[in-house]
């Protein structure tokens, strides 16, 4: 990358401590650290929660499927919007959980059941919790080794290791520091300027690459894909094994059996003003989705042609010679599009676009060490203490809820 979108991505993560650090004076008791004191209202919870869901490892899987599929997976996805629009409006699960006022589901239900199905619960959602977020700073950490242009490896004293081990660690070490700070409030805070950010950043980056890769482009270099797997005909698609019309109807199936089991936002559960507006936020953040969705979209589709259509085809020469420096196939799938902007997106707007993956990369990370970490304090540790817990014991973070 150009110094300037180098200086780029360190004035926005410093002006992004330096808001953090500000947070911090209103964390004062225990429900300020794992729900902000219930204090957020529908538009905070809507942005924050929505670039939390995300992850630059989402962006990257997102990249994967519209690549392959191209604008297939959108005509599936609109059969979840009436699903969608049910549970928002019937209230389903959240609000009956809300009214109880618990911060955690396995608390919600040591309420409706026992303690020890609280202490169950907690442990089989903190261990799968750990488990699926560990492929989520590899995925990340790859992504800006190669979006940015970063050498495969580093010699140091004598040492040749990876550079994707320590990006990785500088990452987690960043979104740790966000989440110890000042908890939710700090999580909830910052990632809703991370998405506000964000927000306009998309609108630079989407205008460039319809003027880049014109719509005529697109279509052209779409029309390009073999019979029976197209990316723009949905119904001549049985070439597709990965993102068939069964792919969404398993997604819809999870969403209705499964809505709020997935615990790595459990605060945000918990945040919002009252039962009320955690339903407006769940609303509103609906039709964000779809909103930042078309960015993920556009990008995915723009490389499809930008790599196929013989016009371009000098600058996607060099992007294969890249591609095909990853040593495994499954690596050069994931790392296809974002190689791709990066020979896109000119100096600026590059810088942009790795503020906006770093962002989703911070976002995400720091809500999910937040949730997993006051479950295993709260629904694992608490309750097999033998003593009253002080409030300022670290281990007795969540203390004043079993009081």
């Known amino acids: 990358m150009h110094w300037i979108d180098w200086s780029i991505v360190v004035v926005c993560v410093t002006l992004l ?236 199936f999870g969403m209705v059996y499964g809505y709020m089991s997935w615990q790595g936002s459990a605060g945000y559960q918990s945040s919002a003003l009252n039962p009320h507006e955690q339903k407006m936020s769940a609303i509103i953040g609906g039709w964000r989705t779809l909103v930042q969705s078309l960015m993920i979209v556009l990008i995915a589709v723009s490389a499809y042609a930008f790599l196929h259509l013989p016009k371009y085809a000098t600058s996607a020469a060099e992007v294969q010679s890249v591609i095909q420096t990853i040593p495994t196939e499954t690596l050069q799938k994931q790392m296809r599009v974002p190689i791709a902007l990066a020979h896109m997106l000119p100096a600026g707007l590059k810088g942009l676009f790795a503020t906006i993956m770093l962002f989703f990369l911070i976002t995400t990370q720091d809500t999910y060490m937040h949730s997993w970490g006051s479950m295993l304090i709260q629904d694992v540790v608490l309750p097999f203490r033998k003593k009253a817990v002080h409030p300022q014991d670290p281990v007795g973070l969540a203390a004043a809820i079993h009081r």
């Not at 270099?221 to 990316?231: D, R």
């Open 17 to 252: 401590g330096i808001f953090s650090l500000y947070t911090t004076r209103h964390v004062k008791v225990v429900a300020d650290f794992l729900a902000a004191s219930r204090s957020g209202g529908r538009y905070l919870i809507t942005i924050a929660s929505q670039i939390a869901a995300i992850g630059a490892v989402s962006g990257v899987a997102q990249f994967e499927m519209y690549y392959a599929a191209g604008f297939v997976p959108i005509w599936w996805q609109l059969m979840s919007i009436p699903v969608w629009v049910i549970i928002v409006m019937s209230s389903y699960v959240y609000y009956r959980f809300r009214e109880t006022r618990p911060m955690t589901m396995a608390q919600f239900y040591e309420m409706r059941y026992s303690k020890a199905f609280r202490v169950y619960a907690g442990i089989i959602t903190w261990v799968s919790g750990l488990v699926n977020f560990g492929i989520f700073p590899i995925v990340e950490a790859l992504f800006i080794v190669y979006f940015c242009g970063l050498p495969p490896t580093i010699t140091a004293l004598g040492w040749t290791i990876s550079t994707v081990a320590p990006v990785m660690l500088l990452t987690l070490a960043t979104s740790l520091l966000f989440a110890s700070m000042g908890g939710q409030i700090t999580v909830m805070a910052t990632d809703c300027a991370q998405g506000i950010f964000c927000g306009f950043a998309y609108l630079f980056i989407a205008v460039f690459l319809m003027v880049k890769i014109p719509w005529s482009d697109l279509v052209q270099g779409l029309s390009m894909s073999p019979a029976g797997a197209s990316v723009l005909n949905p119904y001549d698609t049985a070439g597709f094994r990965d993102f068939n019309v069964w792919f969404f109807l398993v997604g819809i």
